[in-house]
């Protein structure tokens, strides 16, 4: 019996490490700094809660949404590279695995310093409109409302700006003329290769869109050199860059800068990205957004997990005592202690059968 006791230890020992292994998700991105607390995280379909934003760890697939005056700085776990979100910014982590990162950008503005890549690595963000990619660089990309009058009449589309500061960046820009759009057909991937100092630009109005390369803007240096990282690199690359003028911008071309943003339909297309994801203004528990949970259900939810995962490693370790009660009775009948090894056999069938409830109560529980 002693032996029988041991090797159900063992068989229980083994499946819990499984079962830890298993449960254990990678993490794609830990939140390092942050000016603020009104960021949204969207995790599976629903708004994460949380109380302090240092420190949360993020997942591939995540939706991240910074509020008005929120600057975000995120370390990724592959490679240590640094990702800032500027104010009023939508991204998501697409893909981080196998030494591929993948970032959408839904709206906003994100800067990127990532450290030399080995191998086949690559690093990549993306819009609608383009697809930056890079091995090594500090580079920056754009999507924001434009008010274009190019078809007649005032109307607003959308900006995509790609930019470099050190490095170099293959940005693959989607371009739709005037009769591609008027028959609906897809866009026509067009390939620039920018460095330091230079950037695409994209826009889009009526269905059409347009790119084209030249400088860095001052706006777009000055916006950065006032906000510029606070986290380094794992392997710093980058000197910090300086307007034409060789100093950084006043806090009045600064502000100015800002306000031009917003009246350009910045503030409003932020609030068309948040609504795509359903999030509702405002923030906090006393603010849940239409299709998400409160903060008890959010709970409710937790413990029913928890059941869930009680029930589901109860009924494994009871089903490998089991199995290791059968083998152990067949081994004895085997050896011609026919009594003691049916005696071991219905030891093993009652367990068994008491794994049932457990299993029931993981599948079955509800919050």
């Known amino acids: 019996m002693k032996a029988i006791l041991t090797r159900l230890a063992l068989a229980s020992a083994m499946l819990v490490a499984a079962l830890g292994v298993w449960a254990q998700e990678p993490i794609a991105a830990s939140i390092e700094f942050s000016t603020g607390d009104d960021i949204v ?8 809660p949380f109380k302090d934003p240092i420190g ?16 975000v700085e995120m370390r990724l776990g592959l490679g240590g590279a640094v990702l800032k979100l500027a104010e009023n910014t939508t991204f998501v982590l697409e893909r981080l695995d196998d030494g591929q990162t993948s970032i959408q950008l839904v709206y906003g503005r994100i800067r990127a310093k990532v450290a030399r890549l080995a191998g086949t690595d690559t690093f990549s963000v993306r819009s ?34 790609a930019y470099c500061f050190e490095g170099a960046v293959e940005v693959i820009a989607f371009i739709r003329s005037g009769a591609i759009a008027a028959e609906a057909l897809e866009a026509i991937p067009r390939t620039y290769m920018i460095e330091a100092g230079e950037m695409v630009r994209i826009e889009s109005d009526v269905g059409k869109a347009e790119a084209s390369k030249g400088s860095v803007d001052e706006a777009i240096r000055a ?3 006032t906000n510029d990282y606070v986290l380094e690199a794992s392997s710093s690359l ?11 911008p006043s806090a009045a071309e600064s502000a100015a800068e800002d306000k031009a943003i ?3 339909g910045y503030a409003s297309g932020y609030e068309t990205a948040r609504a795509e994801f359903g999030i509702a203004p405002g923030r906090g528990t006393d603010s849940v957004p239409e299709g998400f949970v ?7 939810i937790r413990k029913t997990a928890n059941l869930r995962l009680g029930g589901i490693i109860a009924a494994g370790l009871m089903g490998v005592g089991a199995s290791a009660a059968a083998i152990q009775g067949f081994v004895m009948i085997g050896a011609g202690d026919t009594a003691g090894g049916i005696t071991v056999l219905g030891a093993g069938a009652i367990v068994g059968a008491g794994a049932i409830p457990f299993l029931l109560l993981s599948l079955f529980a509800r919050p």
Do not use: C, H, N, Y
Not at 56 to 71: A, I, R, W
Not at 138 to 152: K, P, Y
Not at 240 to 247: I, K, L, V
């Open 41 to 48: 995280i969207i995790r599976g379909g629903r708004r994460l």
């Open 56 to 71: 949360l760890e993020l997942l591939e697939g995540d939706q991240v949404q910074t509020g008005k005056g929120v600057f």
């Open 128 to 161: 609608e409109q383009a697809i930056a990619g890079v091995r090594g660089t500090d580079f920056g990309l754009d999507v924001m409302a434009s008010r274009s009058s190019s078809s007649g009449s005032p109307s607003v589309g959308t900006m995509t700006r």
């Open 223 to 225: 916006f950065w050199t």
């Open 238 to 248: 980058v000197a910090p860059f300086t307007t034409a003028a060789g100093g950084k």
């Open 262 to 264: 917003f009246e350009r």
């Open 294 to 300: 409160s903060q008890e259900e959010v709970d409710a």
